[in-house]
């Protein structure tokens, strides 16, 4: 030991090392910040996986999706509209909304997909590759020829309004062609592009999703029609289909239930998917029914209806969306764990 | 160049985390905060888009010698997850701008250059991985140190675990290895390893392969990982199906006297 060091400075070099202690015990309490889940098990087993951690990510999709789907299903089905009015002697003003409501949907459905872009100004990346294994890039290249050849029969067709001329006549009829046949494409390849997915709420419903998308496509452009003016009993006709098969696929969602697709039956998706099903299905088609048989109230009843399928078609699509986000929270699915009861 | 592959041996892992950080230094990655997750020693939680390498941390029961030298302690199971890059990717597969490639490594890799966002590879992994990164909009996951790769180097992560737990190299020398491994520790009495390394699913097999006591699924490994390419074909039965009941309906509607 060295003489120089005194008694008293070997006190304070303790004293310091106390000091140190002190400040290292203080520094060392961080405040507790437990991520609670609410059914988080606390243990990583076979039975709970590894601490109940979602296996999956979540859909990463905005709001701008589920309205995407809205929109670009109920043009798809306008442009339908129109053809086969046009094939038949339907009323001109009817072939008239119909093609503008494609044609209109045509424009905002791209609009939409862009701003869920996390790189919007790479849109056009979509089209530098054409992939069928992707539904993804199978359904940006149908909106690309669906909103040119919506928007075409639209202007053509008001041309030829103004201009009789049979050149124009025949144009019309190609792009009035192609923008149905992509019109049924668009309807519907959304419930592939959502049922191939490793999302188990959606995979499970892969064989009915582009049917049930379609319908609600179907009943949305049909209530729009209506609401705009077109009292036909053809509109009617439609929307009493689409709302039968409607209610098909309310009811199969209920009736068949599996692990799986636990968020399509419970919690907030579950009551977004069951409001959606009833104002889609069995509301609508009561009240046409309801309609037929009474003259004075036919209208009204028609108006209610085609309101409620319109709220329902774009809750439907929401709902859809949403039961995805929680379906992939659940691990127990992906990892086949013992089944945590409804 | 040859295909590479992983293989994560948590029967070495000592939970230190220095892949996370390897990876996190060299491929720039930022900081996920810091929270406290309550699960033992991970305060990571999983992969996202800027957790490539994510060490979990699983606390078992008592094991007599596993727990460290007190014969009471409770064991402690730790292993580092990382993207699989699939045998048919279900990322590569969905990505509708080309951006996710295969690399002659035999890597999946997300050009960050080409890719524009639309997070239809977010869903279709069949393992969670992938994530669009709110701040820069791509998708980002694992790149399998496709640079490093390319100037005949070892990933990050295999290059900084200080106990070869992460084990790079050609792809059918390292499944040897992995089985010789398998056999020795079960002839030292660790009768509950599992090789992860699913080549009977739809994925066809991957390119990070982990060796881990007890069953897989307390690690969220998924024991039937399904490439949701598989659900395609009833799908676009179903829009078939979807579509002609769309136009015969709007026939039918229009009354078939009406069509001219």
Known sequence: MNPLVTASSRAAREQRLLEIRLEAEAASKVPLQIETRQTAPTEASAQTGYYGMPALKRPQWTVEVPLYFFVGGLSGAASLIAAVGRLSSADARLIRHSRWLAAIGGMISPALLIADLGVPSRFLNMLRVFKIQSPMSVGSWTLVAFSNSAAATALLSEFERRRPNRAVSVLTDAAQMVSALTGMILSTYTGVLVGATAIPAWNEHVSSLPIHFAASGTAAAAAILELSGNESEVLNRIALGAAAVETAMGASIELTPSPGTKALRTGGSGWAMRAAGLLSGPLPLALRLLSSKNNARKRGLRRVAAISSLAGSLLTRWAWVHAGKLSADDNSVPLQLPASGE | ?260
């Open chain 2, 1 to 260: 160049m040859s295909v590479t592959a992983f293989l994560t041996d948590s029967t070495l892992c000592i939970g230190c985390k220095a892949c996370e950080v390897a990876c996190k230094e060299w491929n720039q990655l930022p900081s996920d905060g810091f929270d406290w997750k309550g699960f033992s020693y991970d305060n990571t939680g999983e992969l996202g888009h800027s957790t490539w390498r994510h060490v979990k941390f699983v606390e078992g029961g008592v094991i007599p010698g596993q727990g460290g030298n007190s014969p009471d302690n409770f064991s402690w199971g730790f292993s580092s997850d990382v993207c699989k890059h699939c045998e048919n990717a279900g990322c590569l597969e969905a990505c509708p701008t080309g951006a996710i490639v295969r690399t002659e490594f035999g890597g999946v890799f997300i050009q960050p250059d080409v890719c524009n966002g639309c997070a239809y590879c977010v869903v279709s992994c069949p393992f969670g991985v992938v994530e669009r990164n709110p701040a820069k909009g791509r998708a980002l996951k694992c790149t399998f140190c496709y640079d490093r790769q390319k100037e005949g180097l070892q990933p990050a992560c295999a290059t900084a675990c200080p106990t070869e737990s992460i084990k790079f190299g050609e792809i059918n020398q390292l499944r040897q290895s992995a089985q010789q491994r398998m056999t020795k520790l079960q002839d030292n009495g660790f009768t509950d390893v599992h090789l992860y390394d699913p080549e009977d699913s739809s994925v066809g097999g991957i390119h990070a392969f982990f060796i881990v006591r007890g069953d897989p699924k307390t690690y969220n490994l998924p024991p039937h990982p399904e490439v949701p390419t598989t659900y395609l074909r009833k799908g676009w039965i179903s829009a078939g199906i979807a579509a002609g009941l769309m136009l015969a309906g709007t026939l039918l509607a229009f009354g078939k006297g009406n069509i001219r």
